[in-house]
Antibody, heavy 122, light 107 residues
Framework: EVQLVESGGGLVQPGGSLTLSCAAS????????MSWVRQAPGEGLEWVSS????????YYADSVKGRFTISRDDSKNTLFLQMNSLRAEDTAVYYC???????????????WGQGTLVTVSS | DIQMTQSPSSLSASVGDRVTITCRAS??????LAWFQQIPGKAPKSLIY???SLHSGVPSRFSGSASGTEFTLTISGLQPEDFATYYC?????????FGQGTRLEIK
């Protein structure tokens, strides 16, 4: 059974940093593109970032480019999102998401984690 | 960026009804279109990809279609568990973008 479990959310001050983790199980983690998608309170879904299998390619939304870094540790089946220079508008539930297709990926999400809440406030 | 526009923003329906939600892309995306369902307080659930392919385990009352840059999600025979918010998403290119969502409520 595929499981994605996010952690690391919490309250952080504007300008601060936070690192989110997503522990994956039930599939060959290293073979899949992985992504982060967020949802601000009462709002819709926003794609944040994706990383290729192997970690060689990364992609970011303009809203987080230069501030957030996606990475993966395939030896620990874990996806990360390092978030720096946080702003109030980064307040959201952050979801980890798995791609449907092995290796080259498809950008189709088939499984989602339960999400972790990040609140940026003084 | 490719803009995705859903309509309606909300709708009311009864158990057993057939409903259709539309999503329009601002430019051609071939069939790189997905649909998701989200119940309040829960993570999204993947329903459809490639405009009309159902993910494993998704009931057959859900279907998707495409015509040019217009895509539709149809639910035939609404069940109580179907009342939720639905999102479309294009994944033809980065940045991946979502529609604003359609809230399906019980009449």
């Amino acid at each position: 059974e595929v499981q994605l479990v996010e952690s690391g959310g919490g309250l952080v001050q504007p300008g601060g940093s936070l690192t989110l983790s997503c522990a994956a199980s039930g599939f060959t983690f290293s073979s899949y593109v992985m992504s982060w998608v967020r949802q601000a309170p009462g709002e819709g879904l926003e794609w944040v970032s994706s990383v290729s299998s192997g970690g060689g390619s990364t992609y970011y939304a303009d809203s987080v480019k230069g501030r957030f870094t996606i990475s993966r540790d395939d030896s620990k089946n874990t996806l990360f999102l390092q978030m720096n220079s946080l702003r109030a508008e980064d307040t959201a539930v952050y979801y980890c998401a798995k791609d449907l297709v092995r290796n080259y990926g498809s950008n189709v999400v088939d499984y989602w984690g339960q999400g972790t809440l990040v609140t940026v406030s003084s | 960026d490719i803009q995705m526009t859903q309509s309606p923003s909300s709708l009311s329906a009864s158990v057993g009804d057939r409903v259709t939600i539309t999503c329009r892309a601002s430019q051609g995306i071939s069939n790189y279109l997905a649909w998701f369902q989200q119940i309040p307080g829960k993570a999204p659930k993947s329903l459809i990809y490639a405009a009309s392919s159902l993910h494993s385990g998704v009931p057959s009352r859900f279907s998707g279609s495409a015509s040019g840059t217009e895509f539709t999600l149809t639910i035939s025979g609404l069940q109580p568990e179907d009342f939720a918010t639905y999102y479309c998403q294009q994944y033809t290119s980065y940045p991946i973008t979502f529609g604003q969502g359609t809230r399906l409520e019980i009449k």
